[in-house]
């Protein structure tokens, strides 16, 4: 599915681009495709710049449709009580310089701030028992980016270690 996505970000982008200049050529007075066209870009921009923090449009940026961006989902179960194992992960966010921008009685949602490799990246946590075990999904979704860098995985593998750590006396 990865594939899929980066192809048909490559066709919107790059065909869109070629497509446009093409039909600019003609009208080559005012360029009103090009305007157009970046325009629909940048308002995509904009929405998810404006969005990310809002933990309602998690089905946005988690869509498997979204060309935008990139994201990677990881899963651990855990001995420990629910209501302990979600404090823990609220530590581990605020330590890994993750702000948590929303929170219910099964959900963290935190946000990173913007680098020169990412336009940040959301973090989305669900709690749930099962069983006599907690389970733990992780999500981190990088955004406006159709490659996270290493970014997701890193900040799944820094989250994890930092869990595996706590659980350490």
Request: with cysteine; aromatic share 16%; net charge positive.
């Amino acid at each position: 599915m990865r594939t899929i996505k980066n192809i048909l970000a490559i066709l919107f982008i790059g065909g869109g681009s070629i497509l446009i200049a093409k039909l600019d050529h003609e009208n080559s007075v005012y360029y009103p495709y090009t305007v157009t066209y970046l325009n629909v870009l940048f308002a995509i921009f904009a929405f998810n710049i404006i969005a990310r923090k809002n933990y309602r449009f998690k089905n946005y940026f988690t869509s498997v449709f979204n060309i935008f961006s990139e994201k990677i989902t990881y899963e651990i179960e855990s001995e420990l009580p629910f209501e302990v194992l979600k404090e823990n992960l609220k530590e581990i966010l605020v330590q890994n310089k993750a702000t948590i921008r929303y929170e219910s009685e099964d959900k963290i949602f935190a946000t990173t701030k913007m680098t020169f490799k990412s336009w940040g990246e959301n973090i989305y946590v669900d709690i749930w028992k099962n069983g006599n075990t907690t389970k733990v999904k992780f999500i981190s979704v990088c955004l406006f980016q159709m490659y996270s860098w290493g970014k997701n995985e890193a900040n799944l593998k820094r989250l994890i270690s930092s869990y595996e750590a706590s659980l350490t006396v």
